[in-house]
């Protein structure tokens, strides 16, 4: 079993930075963070495998850079130019399916219990 627990949720202003924290208790193949907007599906941010490789939504593209600490076994998710769309709970994952970098939910095992981020205009 593997717990993640994430941090770095906050309110920030259209425009503005933040950076998610995701501490998990041991490795796995792959990560990734996902996010759910309330009235809305779980749609997955980005994720990366246990190479360095990394795969996005396009919606993040440019703007999200999904990255970790190996020998911290922490994964962050550096959030730039945010938009009030992108506020939602984000949520981390992981998996062992490899050497796929999935972005579908369906296809993670262990998940952590979220972080609110709050992007006001």
């Known amino acids: 079993q593997v717990q993640l627990v994430e941090s770095g949720g906050s309110s920030v202003q259209a425009g503005g930075s933040l950076k998610l924290s995701c501490a998990a208790s041991?490795?796995?193949?792959?990560m990734g963070w996902f996010r759910q907007a309330p009235g809305k599906e779980r749609e997955g941010v980005a994720a990366?495998?246990?190479?360095?490789?990394?795969r996005y939504a396009d919606s993040v593209k440019g703007r999200f850079t999904i990255s970790q600490d190996n020998a911290k076994n922490t994964l962050y998710l550096q959030m730039n130019s945010l938009k009030p769309e992108d506020t939602a709970m984000y949520y981390c994952a992981a998996t062992n399916i490899w050497p796929l970098i999935p972005l579908s939910q369906g296809q993670y095992n262990y998940w952590g219990q979220g972080t609110q981020v709050t992007v006001f205009s």
């Open positions: 041991a490795d796995t193949f792959c």
């Open positions: 990366i495998d246990s190479f360095g490789n990394t």
